[in-house]
């Protein structure tokens, strides 16, 4: 909608509308009644108009915003430029006027609707009810709308812009999803390490938070799930180093498990088990603070993985008995 004083009307209809009668149109009428719309809790903001070149800060809203309402009273031409911006970048706007006949007719058959503006006090509270249905109903509209063409951009690419936005945002949430959840994989497994160090050593009483095994099954499905599909939010160099670096990880957590599995099905000496298991647990321990540094670089700061050893007790060093290990 325009800052400055406006002319809008032909003839004996022309009107002016002053700077400060925008400012109430818009803090009185416009927000007002965006802000009265339920089921959905709508903000309004109005882009403000800084000094110097001052179309930057609204194109960024216009690119950023799922709502622009467009107020083409008057016909400014900077007020169409950056309605035509919009259209360009995306869907979701609705035009108001309070000259319907005076919108271009390739504009008047989208989501545009005429309101007639008073600041006489017995027309007042009506006209705004009025604009105030209007709107809500306009807005209604466009979100039941499967696909809210909003303007004839829009439909020449048959809402393409649109679509591709979707399936950007969808598929970040699902490689997010993926990310996580192996996160968590990598955690309970480093937990059970530690637990089943702390028990093979026997100083103290061990609860185990699960079974003690370590699980690679979920890693092994979610690798083969986030290295199947050819992700476009990450690049192709980035996807390779991951890779590396969840089998190195995979292959130590594997050897760990080996590791026990002999100790506890072979020879029981307490010193030839304190020995392999220190250095198993120094090396995932190790591997594990490699590995966050590692992650960070490769995915950065978007995703974050932070890891835990498990336990709250500090680990206990093995004691080595004196004399030579049994072989």
């Known amino acids: 909608m325009p800052f400055s004083d406006t002319k809008h009307g032909s003839g004996s209809s022309e009107r002016l509308i002053t700077r400060k009668q925008w400012d109430h149109i818009y803090e009185r009428w416009i927000k007002r009644a965006v802000e009265s719309y339920r089921p959905t809790p709508l903000t309004c903001k109005r882009s403000p108009a ?70 006489k006090d017995y027309e ?37 812009h649109q679509l591709l936005e979707r399936t950007a945002a969808e598929e970040k949430a699902e490689f997010r999803w993926l990310i996580e959840t192996i996160g968590e994989a990598l955690a309970n497994n480093y937990q059970v390490c530690d637990e089943i160090y702390r028990a093979a050593l026997g100083k103290t009483k061990v609860e185990f938070t699960t079974f003690p095994f370590i699980d690679l ?5 979610l690798y083969t799930r986030i290295f199947s599909v050819p992700w476009r939010i990450l690049k192709p160099e980035n ?20 590791v026990f599995d002999q100790i506890t099905l072979g020879p029981r000496d307490s010193n030839a088990m304190a020995t392999a298991f220190t250095a198993m ?16 670089k490769v995915l950065g700061a978007r995703f974050e993985l932070k890891l835990k050893w498990g336990s709250k007790n500090a680990r206990p060093k093995p004691t080595q008995k004196k004399g030579k290990a049994k072989r």
């Open 50 to 119: 800084r000094p110097g070149n001052f179309i930057k800060g609204i194109i960024g809203d216009i690119a950023t915003s799922e709502l622009v309402i467009a107020d083409l009273t008057g016909g400014r031409p900077n007020v169409y430029y950056e309605l035509g911006i919009r259209h360009a970048l995306r869907t979701g706007s609705i035009i108001i006027t309070q000259h319907l006949s005076a919108l271009p007719s390739d504009l008047a058959g989208y989501f545009a609707f005429e309101y007639a503006y008073s600041e």
């Open 217 to 221: 099954f979920p890693l092994e499905v």
């Open 281 to 296: 647990s120094d090396m995932v321990a190790g591997g594990r603070k490699r590995f966050e540094k590692e992650w960070r």
């Open 124 to 160: 007042y509270e009506s006209s705004f009810n009025a604009f105030e249905t209007s709107l809500h109903k306009t807005i209604k509209a466009l979100e039941d709308s499967e696909e809210p063409s909003d303007s004839p951009v829009s439909d020449f690419l048959g809402l393409r």
């Open 239 to 258: 996807l390779d180093a991951l890779a590396r670096l969840l089998t190195a990880e995979r292959r130590k957590l594997a050897m760990y498990q080996r």
